[in-house]
Antibody, heavy 117, light 107 residues
Framework: QVQLVESGGGVVLPGRSLRLSCAAS????????MHWVRQAPGKGLEWVAI????????DYAESVKGRFTISRDNSKNTLYLQMKSLRPEDTAVYYC??????????WGQGTLVTVSS | QSALTQPASVSGSPGQSITISCTGA?????????VSWYQQHPGKAPKLMIY???KRPSGVSNRFSGSKSGNTASLTISGLQAEDEADYYC???????FGGGTKLTVL
């Protein structure tokens, strides 16, 4: 069965960096575009970034452009999100999600990132 | 782009039907048949319920249906059950934007 497992979250000071990972299993990872979506505490969902199946295309939400970098290692079935210059407003649960037919068909359980001094 | 507009809350009694609306613009909801709906229970990850406006993934109850008219998409849940109580989000793949979410209460 499809599984997505995020890791790497934690508490970090404003201005610091953090790297999230999403380990995929149960499907051919290299065939699918992947996304990061986040949810601030008590708030709605916000799309963060996309990477195409082969890594040739990536895009970001305006709120993270220039600070976050999405990448993937298809040999390790893993998606990454490198986050730099973190701000308190980046505090959220970060989910990775698989794309199917212009939707997010499978989601991980999420990893919490807290940016606070 | 602004978030898609959803009502903050809706409610219904067991067995009844409810509809949640999702209003966007001609550049997203109105042009593309790429609206999806997600159910999220407290503390859990979102779950895909409807994709491409009206299609149900395998395993999703046929009590859930989606439609679209102009710039507004809708999710209808018929035969409400207690376990349907959750937050629901619409999303337009065009523009990568979500609605603000609707809290469904089953009375």
């Amino acid at each position: 069965q499809v599984q997505l497992v995020e890791s790497g979250g934690g508490v970090v000071l404003p201005g610091r960096s953090l790297r999230l990972s999403c380990a995929a299993s149960g499907f051919t990872f290299s065939n699918y575009a992947m996304h990061w979506v986040r949810q601030a505490p008590g708030k709605g969902l916000e799309w963060v970034a996309i990477m195409s199946y082969d890594g040739s295309y990536k895009d970001y939400a305006e709120s993270v452009k220039g600070r976050f970098t999405i990448s993937r290692d298809n040999s390790k079935n893993t998606l990454y999100l490198q986050m730099k210059s973190l701000r308190p407003e980046d505090t959220a649960v970060y989910y990775c999600a698989r794309e199917d037919s212009a939707s997010y068909s499978y989601w991980g359980q999420g990893t919490l990132v807290t940016v606070s001094s | 782009q602004s978030a898609l507009t959803q009502p903050a809350s809706v409610s219904g009694s067991p067995g009844q039907s409810i509809t949640i609306s999702c209003t966007g613009a001609s550049s997203d909801v109105g042009t593309y048949n790429a609206v999806s709906w997600y159910q999220q229970h407290p503390g859990k990850a979102p779950k895909l319920m409807i994709y491409e406006g009206s299609k149900r993934p395998s395993g999703v109850s046929n009590r859930f249906s989606g439609s679209k008219s102009g710039n507004t998409a809708s999710l209808t849940i018929s035969g409400l059950q207690a376990e349907d109580e959750a937050d629901y989000y619409c999303c337009s793949y065009a523009g990568s934007i979500f609605g603000g979410g609707t809290k469904l209460t089953v009375l």
